[in-house]
């Protein structure tokens, strides 16, 4: 079964850029996309279609793509930041949609 | 305004049966794939399946087929899922959420989940 890999963690100060990844074969020729979930909250779409972001999520959220690797970035971290990211794409036929492991961002 | 209300947390013993819903608001139910995702307690996402409302076209992730069953009864704007018989491996917060048909599939909304605990 496809799989997407991300990192378990990331750590980063306040003010500083974290950079999320998120790798899997596919990733040539499918879009991803991002979800933010915060302790005991439902997941919320911060990145669509790779690169785009939806209303009412803040700037400082982007999205690139490079080959085999998809990057979430986020410049000048707040404190609210800290939560976990979910990549998410599908196999390379499009059949069947997929989540990454998560990463669990750590705002120091 | 996009809503999805899931039905309470729920608490069963291993071989009950258990059927969660999911009610859709503020957008046009028929017209738009919905889909659940689960989440194993300290866990992440996992993709189950969707559903569209319209036709009742529903599409399994190939570790949930045969495993739960999705429906939808679209007179009441209403998803649902189902066990016919429980296990302690289904003890998990299970989220619906609106599909966007792009390519793939991904959620724009998502419904507050639904806590299930199975245990004897």
């Known amino acids: 079964s496809y799989e997407l890999t991300q990192p378990p963690s990331v750590s980063v100060s306040p003010g500083q850029t974290a950079r999320i990844t998120c790798s899997g074969d596919?990733?040539?020729?499918?879009?991803a996309y991002w979800y933010q979930q915060k302790p005991g909250q439902a997941p919320v779409l911060v990145i669509y279609k790779d690169s785009e972001r939806p209303s009412g999520i803040p700037e400082r959220f982007s999205g690139s793509s490079s080959g085999t690797t998809v990057t979430l970035t986020i410049s000048g971290v707040q404190a609210e930041d800290e939560a976990d990211y979910y990549c998410?794409?599908?196999?390379?036929?499009?059949?069947?949609?997929?989540f990454g492991g998560g990463t669990k961002l750590t705002v120091l | 305004e996009v809503q999805l209300v899931q039905s309470g947390a729920e608490v069963k013993k291993p071989g009950e049966s258990l059927k969660i819903s999911c009610k859709g608001s503020?957008?046009?139910?028929?017209?738009?794939?919905i889909g659940w995702v689960r989440q194993m307690p300290g866990k992440g996402l996992e993709w189950m399946g969707i559903?569209?409302?319209?036709?009742?076209?529903?599409r399994y992730s190939p570790s949930f087929q045969g495993q739960v069953t999705i429906s939808a009864d679209k007179s009441i704007s209403t998803a649902y899922l189902q066990w016919s018989s429980l296990k302690a491996s289904d003890t998990a917060m299970y989220y619906c959420a609106k599909v966007v048909a792009a390519s793939p599939y991904y959620f724009d909304y998502w419904g507050q989940g639904t806590l299930v605990t199975v245990s004897s």
């Open positions: 559903i569209y409302p319209g036709d009742s076209d529903t």
């Open positions: 596919a990733l040539p020729k499918q879009y």
């Open positions: 503020g957008y046009s139910f028929t017209s738009y794939w």
């Open positions: 998410q794409s599908a196999d390379s036929s499009g059949t069947y949609e997929v």
